[in-house]
């Protein structure tokens, strides 16, 4: 499967089986994240594999009680470390409010390792969902999670129990421009 079938191919599922989900296969998944390229080659990321029954419903119950996020074997919390920027470690403490312009550096570059993961395991027949409705007062204590990391996004991973259709999409005219903002599309 080439890689744009696969991004063709993936939705943000909120069904799974009861399926585990091998070490070896999170880990595959793992890798193609770590694999990301980042700003200065500072690596960002970092990743907290949770599959206990206990840690998992903790977490559901800092994204607001989605309850479907239950049904997921494996939760893979998604972190930026701010520390990454800086040459000696600082004293910071960030939330949603940051106006420090490396947590904005961070974020981007963690989430390009996300994207990474999730596609690597719908190319190997995972499916997942980027869950990001939380607040860091809420999701990093679930965790231990210091006050000067960011938590991007949850990923729920496991295995499809259902397929959903494709979601409608803009179109390429709605969404390119040319040269400039007032840039006129292209013609086909």
């Not at 296969?25 to 193609?32: G, P, S, T, Y």
Request: with cysteine; charged share 25%; net charge negative.
């Amino acid at each position: 499967m080439s890689i744009f079938e696969v991004i063709q191919d993936r939705r943000s599922i909120r069904t799974y089986t009861n399926q585990e989900v091998p070490t070896g296969v999170v880990e595959e998944i793992l890798e193609a994240a770590r694999l990301a390229p980042s700003g200065s080659n500072t690596q960002p990321w970092r990743f907290i594999v949770v599959r206990s029954d206990e840690a998992r419903a903790r977490i559901v119950q800092a994204c607001h009680n989605q309850q479907w996020m239950n049904q997921a074997p494996v939760h893979i919390v998604c972190i930026a470390d701010v520390q990454a920027q800086y040459s000696e470690v600082r004293e910071l403490s960030i939330d949603e409010h940051s106006t420090e312009p490396e947590v904005k550096r961070v974020i981007r570059c963690t989430a390009i390792a996300i994207e990474h993961l999730v596609l690597q395991a719908q190319a190997i027949g995972l499916s997942t969902c980027w869950v990001a409705w939380f607040t860091q007062s809420e999701i990093r204590p679930v965790l231990a999670i210091p006050e000067d990391k960011y938590v991007v996004a949850v990923i729920t991973v496991g295995y499809s129990e259902n397929r959903p259709a494709p979601r409608p999409r803009k179109t390429m005219n709605e969404i390119v421009r040319y040269e400039s903002w007032d840039g006129i599309p292209e013609e086909s």
